[in-house]
């Protein structure tokens, strides 16, 4: 057995084992520095899914409340951050849930449009710029940002639960209460969407 | 298979969910028209930018307000 190996006990880092103990046993120090070590990433997924300061301030005290309460019966299959991650994620879709529904853009005027016999208007090349090289630069990373909240919220949540939160299709579509036929044909539309947004940056000759 | 029907199944396409005869259509069409074969590239490398960004913004978040932190330990206690 490797060192490595031997750091880890049934799949959970040796660490991560000896931190739950000590929540577990209820020791104030250990709760601070699960609390504050795991706060910084649950806000960060929450602010992009709720783009509300307060409502992500409320949605990560809602994860501790809900994670505290669990914490008895957490049996450790999963990380302690994989476990607050889903907490967080069905937080957030709680709140995007109990918002008061805006009418929104329809998408398509975001998606690629075609000619009568099916040919793209606007026929793709290349892009000039690598991804690397945008998301090097601010502009470029704020570039991509905006783009994503952009996209009308019932097809920017599939996006984000689906691409970046990496939830699977059936378990996007429990979460959102769609069926995985919609799941499917939203992303597929945010992400034709968010390609059309960040085309004409990647269309440009890299600085 | 015509450019729109390209674009409609590449998601199908990339998940490997096409029937065996659509994707032989889907895959010659790739090496017909070139601006389909950019556009699917460039469809690929947009969910790619998409994580990477939100990924570095989990790795490097912005700040976290200190009442935030106080509000959730004190919760704990009460």
Redesign the interface.
Same mark, same amino acid.
């Given at each position: 057995m490797t060192t490595q190996q031997a750091a880890r006990i049934g799949g959970v880092p040796a660490e991560e084992a000896a931190l739950l103990e000590r929540l577990r046993a209820g020791e104030p120090a250990a709760?601070?520095a699960w609390?504050?070590e795991s706060?910084?990433?649950l806000?960060?997924?929450a602010?992009?899914m709720l783009r509300n300061e307060d409502d992500a301030?409320d949605a990560?005290?809602d994860t501790?409340?809900s994670a505290?309460r669990g914490l008895p019966r957490f049996q450790g299959g999963s990380r302690l951050s994989t476990w607050l991650h889903r907490i967080v994620v069905n937080v957030c879709l709680m709140k995007l849930r109990s918002r008061r529904r805006k009418p929104e853009e329809p998408i398509d005027e975001l998606l690629?449009k075609?000619l009568d016999?099916?040919?793209?208007e606007r026929?793709?090349?290349?892009?000039r710029c690598s991804?690397e090289a945008?998301?090097a630069r601010h502009e470029g *990373?704020k570039a991509? =940002?905006d783009a $994503?909240d952009r996209l009308p919220e019932s097809h920017r949540n599939v996006?984000l639960l689906r691409?970046?939160e990496g939830l699977d299709t059936a378990e996007a579509a429990q979460a959102l209460g769609i069926s995985a036929g919609a799941v499917?044909t939203r992303?597929?539309r945010a *992400?034709?969407a968010? =390609?059309e947004l $960040?085309?004409p940056v990647?269309r440009k000759e890299a600085p | 298979m015509?450019?729109?029907?390209f674009?409609d199944f590449?998601?199908?396409y990339l998940e490997r969910e096409l029937p065996v005869a659509q994707r032989a259509s889907f895959e010659e069409h790739i090496r017909d028209c070139p601006?389909?074969l950019?556009?699917l590239?460039?469809?690929k490398?947009?969910?790619?930018?998409?994580?990477?960004?939100?990924a570095?913004?989990?790795e490097a978040?912005?700040d976290?307000?200190e009442p935030?932190?106080q509000?959730?330990?004190s919760?704990?206690q009460s």
């Open positions: 709760f601070e609390v504050r706060t910084p990433r806000l960060a997924v602010r992009r301030q990560v005290q501790f409340a505290f690629p075609f016999d099916g040919q793209m026929p793709a090349s290349p892009w991804g945008l998301l *990373r991509v =940002r $994503i996006l691409d970046i499917k992303l597929h *992400r034709l968010l =390609r $960040i085309d990647l | 015509n450019c729109r029907e674009t590449m998601l199908a601006p389909c950019a556009y590239d460039s469809y490398e947009t969910v790619a930018l998409g994580k990477r960004v939100c570095l913004e989990d978040p912005a976290v307000p935030l932190i509000a959730i330990l919760s704990r």
